[in-house]
T-cell receptor
Framework: SQKIEQNSEALNIQEGKTATLTCNYT??????LQWYRQDPGRGPVFLLL?????KEKRKERLKVTFDTTLKQSLFHITASQPADSATYLC??????????FGPGTRLSVLP | KAGVTQTPRYLIKTRGQQVTLSCSPI?????VSWYQQTPGQGLQFLFE???????NKGNFPGRFSGRQFSNSRSEMNVSTLELGDSALYLC????????????FGSGTRLTVV
């Protein structure tokens, strides 16, 4: 069955640095991949979507890459701020199928 | 525009009871999905409804059921509650078209005692 892993359960970085989160998957060929942010006690919030034929997407301080050969997506937050502290989830899907979410990485940006 | 609304926000139930959770999607969104989130299992897909029809179903026992009404509002029901059903239940809606992201509600925190 498909499996999604996210690099680590928790990641601590210093304010101003670039945070890089990893999403790896096996036994799956997603049509597209999404990244969400989740704060404690709240539902996830959609951030970015990247399709299987796209290599990179950017939105303000966020950048996502998608390598279907490596079966990996990287999520970067540049010039990180304490307000970026949250859990970040990747989600994969094929057309007509449900989204499969990774376990998430809890990011803490230290002032 | 209003977001996805889930009610109630919190629930405490006793083992063996049943519960019904409600979700109102964003206006114009016909796809509604339900997820269960627990610390150990993460986000697990329950089911998806589109135009009152169940389109996909996750790997949950038959005690978990759902439905969608003509106005796209959705309900999920869990019968014969077990302690392990304690979780955050999230509803999400999506705009029409491929490649759109979910908009999640704030969830219903269910505690089974």
């Amino acid at each position: 069955s498909q499996k999604i892993e996210q690099n680590s359960e928790a990641l601590n970085i210093q304010e101003g640095k670039t945070a890089t989160l990893t999403c790896n998957y096996t036994n799956y060929s997603p049509a597209y991949l999404q990244w969400y942010r989740q704060d404690p006690g709240r539902g996830p919030v959609f951030l970015l979507l990247i399709r299987e034929n796209e290599k990179e997407k950017r939105k303000e301080r966020l950048k996502v890459t998608f390598d279907t050969t490596l079966k990996q997506s990287l999520f970067h937050i540049t010039a990180s701020q304490p307000a970026d502290s949250a859990t970040y989830l990747c989600a994969l899907t094929r057309y007509g199928q449900n989204f499969v979410f990774g376990p998430g990485t809890r990011l803490s940006v230290l002032p | 525009k209003a977001g996805v609304t889930q009610t109630p926000r919190y629930l405490i139930k006793t083992r063996g009871q049943q519960v019904t959770l409600s979700c109102s999607p964003i206006s114009g969104h016909r796809s509604v999905s339900w997820y269960q989130q627990t610390p150990g299992q993460g986000l697990q897909f329950l089911f998806e409804y589109f135009s009152e029809t169940q389109r996909n179903k996750g790997n949950f026992p038959g005690r978990f059921s759902g439905r969608q009404f003509s106005n796209s509002r959705s309900e999920m029901n869990v019968s014969t509650l077990e302690l392990g059903d304690s979780a955050l239940y999230l509803c999400a809606s999506r705009a029409p078209g491929q490649g759109t992201g979910y908009t999640f509600g704030s969830g219903t925190r269910l505690t089974v005692v």
